[in-house]
Structures are given as C-alpha cells and as structure tokens.
C-alpha cells in the first residue's frame, strides 16, 4: 500500500470514529407523559321540601347521599357523595345518579342526570312533623317524665310496628304522611328515678304532609307517700315493706322504707304493709293532681 493510500485509509477510519462519537453524545429527547383526560364535571345543588308545591326548603336534620344509578355485578349502587348540610351542592362526572335523603323517619329518592351544566333539583319528602306533649291535670310534665313512643298501625297486622321507642317530648321529629298511634308514660318524679308509674295515655293523631303535628296527652295522677303508723298523724315506723294492689289484687310497686313515695293513676287502690312479721293494710284513693299522705295503722284489728 503506497503512502497515499494509506492516509486516506487512516482519514476514513478517523471520520468513521468521529461520526460513532458524535452519534452517542447526541442527546436523547426526553418522553413526556401525555396528560390524562380531563373528565367534565357539573356542580348539583339539591334541596328537600315536606310535600310537593312548598317553596321553602327543610333547614336542618337533613343527610344526603349520592349513588351510581349503575349497579355492579352484585346489585350494589356504589356511593359517590353524601352530606349532612341542609342544601348541598355536590361536583359530580358526567353520568346518572340516585340521589337519597332522609329527614328523621322520612325519606325520598330521585334520580338525576348530570350532563356538562349545573343543574339545582328539590326532592319532595311527602313528610310532615310530630310534636308531642305532656299535662299533668292543667301543668305541663318536664320532658325528663314521661316516655313517649310512636307506634305504625298496620291493618294486616293486629300489633302496631313500634317506630319510634322514645321520642323526647315537645321535640320535633320527622316522620312521612301517615296514621300513628301514641302511647305517654308517666315517669316517677323521684330524682334520679327511672320508674314507670302506672299512668299511662293513649292517642291516635294523622300526620298531614308539609305540616306541624302537635298532640298532648294529659294524665291524671298523684304522688302518695305511704306510712305505717300506731296512730292517725303519728311517726312513720321505720323497716317496714309496702305493696300496692289493684281492688282486684293485682300488684302494682313494691317498696321498703319509713315513708317511701310514689306516682299513682288516678283511681282506688290497696296498701299492704309488714312490719315485725305482721300485716297491715289500708285502702285509699287517688285523685289527680291532690299529693298526699297514706297512713296504714298498725292495729291490732287490721286484717292480718
């Protein structure tokens, strides 16, 4: 190989290396990510009302929840939003939705479809409102006495559903159009005593939807204090046990101690009382709202 030839040989490998240097420093564009699509979104504002036509809406004790309209292979509808405000405005995708509120008792469901705009919808509860109160002859009963429940009739069933076992009295409770049946009872009014007397009221009232239901029951009662003394007036003697009967003997409390109190219904009724392995017994009455003392005297002609 001549001088010459072998100059451009080494000239060619020299541009070949040059070349394969300059191809693996040239720098790799970066990958960048494509961004996700944006799914749309429509803001739905919901309000509820008790019947349909009334214009304001219900401001509080609301929960609201938002389901797929779609359910999955096993019949679920997933939840998509819920909240407790009194007017909710929820942002939600495209698609068709289920949307459920309740108000106390009463419920309601709609189904909506959301579509690019925001769209405002009201749901009607067909519901109204239950209140009820207590008297004692004419003075109202504090709240703390009396236990409240709210029965369903049912015409195929000869025993109501009891819906609402203890409905504080004078509050409002929602609850959907309808017949109920209500029973008061009367609590003991010893502090700290969860006794129920014997007085017990019974009422049937007709919820109209998009109104205030009020009822009051009165019951007609009275505390006695019992005491088992030697004579009319005297000291109460102390150890002593009480039972208080029907005329027909049916028992009604049980109590032990000097002078023990306690609320009755009106009507007639029998005290029993032992002492010293001896038995005394007195009748007397109740009239309603007339608080008194009941003296059983321990003599020794009284009925054994």
């Not at 109920?180 to 003991?188: E, N, P």
């Not at 129920?196 to 006695?224: E, P």
């Not at 009967?245 to 306690?262: C, H, K, N, Q, Y």
Request: glycine share 8%; proline share 7%; with cysteine.
């Amino acid at each position: 190989m001549t001088k010459i030839q072998r100059g451009l040989h080494l000239a060619a490998v020299a541009l070949m290396l040059a070349a394969t240097g300059a191809r693996a420093q040239a720098p790799v564009p970066a990958v960048v990510p494509s961004a996700p699509a944006v799914e749309p979104h429509a803001l739905v504002s919901l309000s509820a009302v008790f019947a349909p036509g009334d214009k304001e809406p219900i401001r509080s004790a609301l929960n609201w929840r938002v389901f797929d309209a779609r359910a999955d292979a096993e019949g679920v509808h997933a939840l998509i939003a819920e909240s407790s405000d009194a007017t909710p405005s929820f942002s939600l995708p495209d698609g068709d939705y289920i949307v459920h509120v309740a108000c106390g008792l009463a419920g309601a469901t709609k189904q909506i479809t959301v579509f690019g705009a925001p769209i405002t919808e009201k749901v009607a509860m067909n519901a109204g409102a239950l209140k009820i109160s207590g008297l004692l002859g004419d003075a109202p009963i504090p709240p703390a006495r009396l236990n409240i429940q709210v029965f369903l009739p049912d015409r195929n069933d000869p025993e109501a559903k009891l819906i609402l076992p203890n409905l504080k009295a004078n509050e409002v409770e929602c609850v959907p159009e309808g017949a109920y049946h209500v029973v008061s009872k009367l609590m003991d009014g010893a502090p700290g005593s969860a006794t129920q007397t014997n007085s017990t009221i019974y009422g049937d009232l007709r919820v109209q939807a998009g109104k205030l239901t009020s009822g009051v029951l009165r019951h007609r009662a009275a505390t006695m204090t019992l005491k088992l003394v030697n004579a009319a007036g005297g000291e109460a003697l102390a150890n002593t046990s009480f039972s208080i009967l029907t005329p027909g003997g049916d028992v009604i409390r049980e109590m032990i101690g000097a002078f023990p109190s306690l609320v009755l219904a009106e009507g007639e009724y029998v005290a029993i009382a032992r002492h010293d392995n001896k038995t005394y017994q007195a009748t007397f009455k109740v009239i309603s709202n007339q608080d008194r003392d009941v003296d059983v005297l321990a003599q020794e002609h009284a009925q054994p």
